[in-house]
Each structure stands twice: as structure tokens, then as C-alpha cells.
């Protein structure tokens, strides 16, 4: 696919983008990136890209983003887990009920997060029609 036609393709479907030297970056959100790196008016590969304040995760794909995120909670549930087994009365209390919900919401919106935008990454790149085999 031409480098042209890529930009009009994400023109019509009003996805913010930028081009560079030899990128195009489209703009999923504000953290969340598409690069598609071109050379001879073709794709040669491309990569999403997560720009974070972290340090684990700032530059990496979305599913390694998601991976730690995953391995991170998990983490922190066996810690709460044998902080339940020790103390058993904070559990019981209002206090550790409402740690527990916050805990829970914290890590459904992480996945509701990674499920959308893997979505929409899905989404441009069927629109592209790029194959997996060109990813990094």
C-alpha cells in the first residue's frame, strides 16, 4: 500500500496522525501510539508504542504494558492475600471493604483499558490491511 493512500485511508476515517521522515505515527489516545515505519512507498513494519511516566513501561508495546500490569497485581493481591491471613479483622471492618472494592476497580479498569485500545488497534490495522507478520 502506498504511503498516500495509508494518509488518505486515515483521513476518511478522521484518525489523527503525523508524518515524519520515513513514519507515520497515528495517535490512538493520548499516551497510546501507532508507528509505521516506510521505506519505497511501502510498510516495512510497524509497532505500537506506550508513552508513560513509568520507567517499566514507558516505550513499550500495549501488551507488554499489559503483562506487567498483570504480573504487577497479581503481586499485590498475594500481598493482600497474606495481609488477610495476619490480620483477619481489617477485612471485616468498613475500611478493608472499601480497600478491597478499590483494589477491584483499579484492576477491572486496567483491563477495560488494554481491551479497548487492543481493540482499536485491531481496528486500524485490518484497516491498513497489515499482517502480523510485519510487527517488531
Not at 478522521?14 to 521505506?39: P, V
Not at 506506550?50 to 498475594?78: C, D, E, M, P, V
Amino acid at each position: 500500500m502506498k504511503t498516500k493512500d495509508i494518509i488518505n485511508i486515515l483521513k476518511v476515517n478522521k484518525y489523527t496522525f503525523e508524518l515524519k521522515e520515513n513514519q507515520i505515527i497515528i495517535r490512538l489516545a493520548i499516551k497510546y501510539f501507532l508507528k509505521l515505519y516506510i521505506e519505497d512507498d511501502n510498510i516495512v513494519k510497524y509497532e505500537d508504542v506506550l508513552k508513560t511516566f513509568s520507567l517499566w513501561t514507558n516505550g513499550k508495546r500495549l501488551k507488554a504494558f499489559a503483562k506487567t500490569n498483570i504480573i504487577t497485581y497479581l503481586i499485590f493481591i498475594l500481598l493482600i492475600a497474606l495481609w488477610y491471613i495476619i490480620d483477619l479483622y481489617f477485612f471485616y471492618s468498613k475500611g478493608g471493604k472499601v480497600f478491597i472494592i478499590g483494589i477491584a476497580v483499579a484492576i477491572l479498569s486496567s483491563l477495560l483499558e488494554f481491551w479497548y485500545y487492543n481493540k482499536r488497534l485491531s481496528k486500524i490495522k485490518k484497516l491498513l490491511n497489515l499482517n502480523d507478520w510485519l510487527a517488531d
